[in-house]
């Protein structure tokens, strides 16, 4: 398969899954072109619905990448979580649990207000006042390498990316799975050699560091439009957008992080680097995941993170 388009899709939990579509941005990366632009997702109209448009309009061996800014993958302890699974992967736990997780389910099913109602079924946790952070909250080796949240944390400040990523698994990712068989891979627990449709999981943070050599400042809109003004003064970076997706980029937070991730990710193909490069570790190849474009020297590790699966 030959890629011809990457999305890079922004991370949403909201409430109102109207309002949640409606500011998440999209934007994509266009392989023969080399040009990136925004999406426009206009009332009535969802990341379903885009993707699927993508989809349907690929021709014979064309691949798309959709490189979502959420985990994709779950880690490997606490291990209650996946127990009934057999053998423990990620997505046989998703299949497990899709009954009580479809047509938003999820919020209801997955999630536990207190870390006193915490339990298997209910691994994603609602802090109430004064409650611990505590083993329920486990990290996998690239959260650890990257000094991400825990995905089970779900209103963890400004951090819910436990919320964010039930609502792109059961909103986008499972129904394009269930529409699509056979066509689609989620990296790294799926062969995506003969795939039409590959998920994976990005992280803005990281693409930051490798456009401008560390992390801007996303809060300070001086920074961002300083930062998109000096990548603008290269005229090959900026013919790579019309000037509407550069005023976009400034916009705000999530509009920045996706411009970015996906000028990223183009940079990473157009060097030649293997974007789909993944450390050779079963738990990360079958529970936890891995992100684009991560260093293998990044990797850091704990004695309950580097235990087989078969230990369980």
């Known amino acids: 398969m030959k890629l011809t388009k990457v999305f890079a899709i922004d991370g949403s939990g909201d409430k109102n899954r109207k309002t949640a579509e409606l500011k998440r941005p999209i934007y994509q990366w266009s392989v023969a072109t080399n040009q990136i632009s925004r999406v426009p997702v206009v009332a009535g109209q969802n990341a379903l ?9 690929l021709g014979d061996d064309e691949a798309i990448l959709i490189a979502a800014d959420l985990p994709i993958g779950i880690p490997v302890e606490p291990s209650d979580v996946y127990a009934s699974s057999d053998p423990p992967t990620f997505l046989g736990w998703l299949d497990g649990i899709a009954d009580r997780c479809r047509d938003n389910a999820w919020r209801e099913s997955m999630i536990a207000k207190g870390v006193a109602n915490r339990s298997p ?4 946790v609602s802090l109430g006042k004064g409650d611990q952070r505590g083993g329920w909250d486990g990290k996998r080796q690239c959260d650890l390498a990257a000094k991400a949240e825990s995905i089970y944390c779900v209103d963890h400040g400004p951090k819910q990316v436990g919320k964010s990523a039930l609502q792109f698994w059961w909103d986008v990712m499972m129904p394009i799975r269930a529409a699509y068989p056979g066509q689609t891979a989620v990296w790294p627990m799926e062969d995506t050699q003969s795939a039409s449709v590959i998920f994976a999981e990005c992280y803005p943070a990281l693409c930051q560091r490798m456009v401008f050599g560390g992390n801007v400042s996303k809060r300070n809109a001086l920074a961002v439009a300083t930062s998109l003004n000096r990548l603008s003064a290269d005229p090959d970076t900026r013919s790579m957008a019309k000037t509407e997706t550069w005023i976009h980029a400034a916009s705000s937070e999530d ?5 970015v991730t996906a000028l990223a990710i183009a940079r990473m193909v157009a060097s030649g680097r293997d974007l789909l490069a993944h450390p050779d570790d079963e738990a ?13 020297d990044d990797e850091t590790k704990s004695p309950s993170q580097t235990k087989s699966l078969a230990d369980d």
Do not use: H, Y
């Open 49 to 57: 619905n885009v993707f699927v448009d993508a989809i349907d309009g």
């Open 121 to 124: 079924d209910q691994p994603f």
């Open 284 to 296: 990360i190849r079958n529970l936890e995941g891995w992100i684009l474009g991560q260093s293998f």
């Open 255 to 259: 509009e920045f992080d996706m411009f």
